[in-house]
C-alpha cells in the first residue's frame, strides 16, 4: 500500500467515525474493525419495514412544507404533517446516511458512509446514487495526477486501495445546481451540475493534516468549513482556493450553521459554540452552560437558532444573545439531527427514531 500521511493513520482517529464524537450509534462499526468494507451495501436497496420508524435517525431537514430525516441503513423518513407522522421512502442502498439537505422543494441530497451522495428530484419520494467511495477515490486520485503533488497522490492512492470506507459528514447548496460535500479524512467535493459530476476541492493547504471535516456552510460569496481539532477554513472563490481561519478553539466542531441575517455559529465537543460575522474574522464564545456535546443545530425564523446536545438537551439563543437558554424536554433521548418543521415545531432526529417539540418559544 502506498504510504500514507500521519493525519490518516491511528485506532483513535478511525474510532471517532463511529457517531457522533465517539457516541456509539448501533449499525455503525469501527472502520478499523472490518478487513474490508461490504460493498454490496451499496446495490441493496435499504430494506422496506415498519420498524425504520425507530430506526437510529442522524439528521433531518425541510423541502418545502415535508421533512426528510436519514438514518442508519440506508433509511429515509418522510413526513407531510410537520413531523406527527412518518412513512419510509425508498433509497437504492444500505448505508447509512449521516446528512442530508434540499436546494427546494423537490431537489435535495444526502450522503453518509461508504462515501455515497444519494440525489431526490421528486422531494425525497425516490433516490439514485450519484457518487460513492470508489468514484471518489478515482476522482481524487485522478486529480492528484494532474496536480504533480506527491503526497496528494500518495494519498489518493491510499484511498483506493482501501475501499469506500470513508464517510461524508455534510452537505451543503447554494442552489439546484452548486453544492458542497465533506466528510473524513479532508474528504472535500463540489459539483456545478446538480451532482451529475462531482470533483474534489484543492483544500489540502488548509487542512495539511487531512483532518475530519464536520461542517461547512455555502453563499454565493464563501464557503466555510469546519471540522476535527478546531479547524476552520474558508473558500471565497468557489473552491478553488481555501485558506485557513483563526479557530477559537482546539476541540472538534460538530455542526456549523448560517443564520438568515448571515452570522455564522460553530458547535462542537463540551458545550462549545462560537459566533462569527458573515466574513468569519472574529469568533465570539456563547455561553451555552452545558458540558455536553452540540452536534445538531437548528435556525429560527427571527435570526436566532437552536442548539442541541448529544444527551438531548435543547438549547435556544435569540438574536445576538451570548447566552443559550435551556428548553425543557419530556423526554431526553440521544439526538444527532434537528430541524424547523413548517408549522414551527422543532423536529429532532434521535438514535430512537424522530421527535417533536411543538412548543419552541420564539422572541
Known amino acids: 500500500m502506498a504510504p500514507v500521511s500521519a493525519a490518516r493513520s491511528g485506532v483513535s482517529r478511525r474510532a471517532a467515525l463511529v457517531g457522533l464524537a465517539g457516541a456509539a450509534v448501533p449499525g455503525l462499526l ?24 425507530g430506526a ?46 434540499f436546494a427546494d422543494e423537490r431537489h435535495g441530497w444526502t450522503a453518509g458512509h461508504l462515501g455515497t451522495i444519494l440525489h431526490s428530484d421528486d422531494g425525497g419520494q425516490t433516490w439514485r446514487k450519484q457518487l460513492d467511495g470508489i468514484a471518489a477515490a478515482a476522482r481524487m486520485a485522478e ?38 460535500a465533506a466528510g473524513a ?7 456545478a451540475d446538480g451532482g451529475k459530476t462531482w470533483q474534489p476541492l484543492p483544500a489540502r493547504s488548509a ?5 475530519h471535516l464536520y461542517g461547512l456552510r455555502a453563499t454565493a460569496g464563501q464557503l466555510v468549513v469546519a471540522g476535527e481539532q478546531g479547524l476552520l477554513m474558508r473558500s471565497v472563490d468557489g473552491g478553488a482556493s481555501f485558506e485557513a481561519l483563526p479557530s477559537p478553539y482546539k476541540g472538534s466542531f460538530l455542526g456549523l450553521l448560517q443564520t438568515p441575517g448571515g452570522h455564522l455559529v460553530v458547535h462542537g465537543l463540551r458545550g462549545s459554540a462560537y459566533r462569527a460575522g458573515p466574513g468569519a474574522s472574529r469568533w465570539d464564545r456563547l455561553e451555552s452552560q452545558t458540558a455536553a456535546t ?22 435556544i439563543a435569540p438574536p445576538d444573545a451570548a447566552t443559550l437558554r435551556r428548553l425543557p424536554v419530556r423526554e431526553a433521548v440521544p439526538i444527532a439531527g434537528a430541524a424547523l418543521a413548517a408549522d414551527g415545531a422543532l423536529v429532532l432526529a434521535s438514535l430512537r427514531g424522530m421527535r417533536r417539540l411543538a412548543s419552541l418559544p420564539i422572541e
Open 30 to 53: 469501527p472502520l478499523y474493525a472490518v478487513a474490508a468494507p461490504a460493498p454490496a451495501a451499496l446495490s441493496r436497496p435499504a430494506l422496506m419495514s415498519p420498524k425504520a420508524l
Open 56 to 101: 437510529a435517525m442522524l439528521a433531518v431537514t425541510r423541502a418545502g412544507g415535508r421533512l426528510v430525516a436519514v438514518g442508519e441503513r440506508g433509511t429515509v423518513l418522510l413526513s407531510d404533517d410537520h413531523g406527527q407522522h412518518w412513512r419510509q421512502a425508498a433509497v437504492p442502498v444500505q448505508v447509512t446516511l449521516t446528512c442530508v439537505t
Open 143 to 180: 486529480a492528484a495526477r494532474a496536480s504533480g503533488d506527491a503526497e496528494a497522490l500518495a494519498d489518493a492512492q491510499a484511498l483506493v486501495n482501501e475501499g469506500p470506507d470513508k464517510p461524508f459528514f455534510d452537505l451543503s447548496f447554494i442552489d439546484a445546481q452548486r453544492g458542497f
Open 185 to 191: 479524512y479532508g474528504l472535500l467535493f463540489a459539483t
Open 207 to 211: 487542512n495539511p493534516q487531512g483532518l
Open 294 to 315: 452540540l452536534g445538531a443545530s437548528a435556525v429560527l425564523p427571527n435570526g436566532g437558532f437552536v442548539l442541541v446536545s448529544q444527551i438531548g438537551e435543547v438549547l
